[in-house]
Nanobody, 116 residues
Framework: QVQLVESGGGLVEPGGSLRLSCTAY????????MGWYRQAPGKERELVAA???????NYADSAKGRFTISRDNTKTTVYLQMNSLQAEDTAVYYC??????????WGQGTQVTVSS
């Protein structure tokens, strides 16, 4: 059984920063990629950033230059450093892991609210 545990969400003022963390627990034989998605009220879930097993990164246009995805040496924890946060970044952020045969694992989600 695989469990993704997220932390780091919260309330921040516009222009502020947050760092999200996600650790994968359990047996995952292969991790192809780890990433972060978000879903705002009334909108579809969208990719924010992802990092492959080889270290390549991919960002949504809205995240480029403001967000940075990284992982630890064990490659089971992924981080999302979010700077210059704006109201439009308000959403539930979900950790995602793509495993063997593209099996998808999801975290429970963490709320990020950007408001003054």
């Amino acid at each position: 059984q695989v469990q993704l545990v997220e932390s780091g969400g919260g309330l921040v003022e516009p222009g502020g920063s947050l760092r999200l963390s996600c650790t994968a627990y359990g047996t995952i034989f292969t991790i192809n990629a780890m990433g972060w998605y978000r879903q705002a009220p009334g909108k579809e879930r969208e990719l924010v950033a992802a990092i492959t097993s080889g270290g390549s990164t991919n960002y949504a246009d809205s995240a480029k230059g403001r967000f940075t995805i990284s992982r630890d040496n064990t490659k089971t924890t992924v981080y999302l450093q979010m700077n210059s946060l704006q109201a439009e970044d308000t959403a539930v952020y979900y950790c995602n892991v793509e495993g063997y045969k593209t099996i998808q694992y999801w975290g429970q989600g963490t709320q990020v609210t950007v408001s003054s």
